[in-house]
């Protein structure tokens, strides 16, 4: 098809010139998929970051939806975005640069954005029917592509390597990391990957600012649960788990 390495994702491949968003595509069509479905598009009109934030997706990047059935219990979910998140950051240190994840879906380069993750889970009583795994890479784009008000906090594999990155193959290497990551994670226990995930992300130690939907949680981050949830460890040395947020690394 387009020389994939992989077995099980990307056997079947929903190509778009535009859509609103892949994540959308893909949880329409996700009950009638096999696992593994890809839906992938050039431009995204309406890209979805995590609590309805917005993904800007012009021409340049790889905005990608992939459909899994992993069978596991909604609980579990957020392990996945954990998974994508080590395979990204994996493929882009196979190419000499130093990325970093920060918690819970950013990789990132000297500091800045280059990928982002939304994890979406439909269950039935408390198991999966799928997973669909949201992945957008800042791959050939110009920074000016990128509205000025997310400018700064932003990179593209290009504006760090100085040179046009070959989206063909770069997705065929990530296919192939995210299977083997995948296969990892249905037949080894989770922590197996936590201690990898644990080795490149830049979170554990800081001093960070977490905002849910309902509250600001400010501490050090200590560590991460088996479920990916975030542990923080406040000024009063309580601790407390935040499974969903947005964390910002406090000056320091
Ligand atoms: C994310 O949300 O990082 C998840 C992004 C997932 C995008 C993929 S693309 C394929 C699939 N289809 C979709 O519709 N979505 C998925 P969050 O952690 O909420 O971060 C969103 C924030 O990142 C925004 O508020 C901006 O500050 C910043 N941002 C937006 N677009 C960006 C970009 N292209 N590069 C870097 N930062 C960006």
Same mark, same amino acid.
């Given at each position: 098809q387009m020389g994939l390495k992989t077995t099980l994702l990307g056997k079947e491949i929903h190509y778009f010139?535009?859509?609103?968003?892949t994540n959308s595509i893909a949880k329409e069509i996700a009950a009638s998929e096999e696992e593994g479905t890809l839906v992938i598009a050039e431009?995204? #009109?309406g890209g979805r970051g995590r609590l309805g934030r917005e993904w800007i997706s012009p021409h340049g990047g790889i905005w990608m939806s992939v459909i899994l059935k992993?069978?596991?219990?909604?609980?579990?979910?957020?392990r996945l975005t954990l998974v994508a998140g080590l395979a990204v950051a994996n493929v882009i240190r196979n190419m000499d640069l130093d990325a970093r994840i920060k918690w819970p879906n950013d990789v990132r380069i000297n500091g800045k954005k280059v990928c982002g993750i939304l994890t979406e889970a439909k269950a039935e009583v408390d198991k999966v029917d799928y997973v669909v795994l949201g992945i957008g890479i800042n791959v050939?784009?110009?920074? #000016?592509?990128?509205?000025e008000s997310f400018r700064a906090g932003s990179t593209t594999l290009k504006a760090e390597l100085g040179r046009h990155i070959k989206r063909v193959s770069f997705l065929q290497d990530f296919l192939f990391e995210l299977e083997q990551q995948y296969i990892l994670f249905k037949t080894q226990p989770f922590s197996h990957i936590l201690n990898d995930w644990l080795a490149l992300s830049?979170?554990?130690?800081r001093e960070v600012k977490v905002t849910t939907p309902s509250r600001i949680i400010e501490g050090k981050a200590v560590g991460v649960t088996p479920d990916g949830a975030l542990v923080i460890k406040k000024a009063d040395d309580t601790k407390e788990e935040i499974i969903a947020g947005r964390c910002i690394y406090a000056r320091s």
């Open positions: 010139e535009e859509v609103t968003s431009v995204q #009109k992993p069978g596991i219990p909604l609980r579990h979910a957020s050939n784009m110009d920074l #000016k592509d990128i509205p830049d979170t554990i130690g």
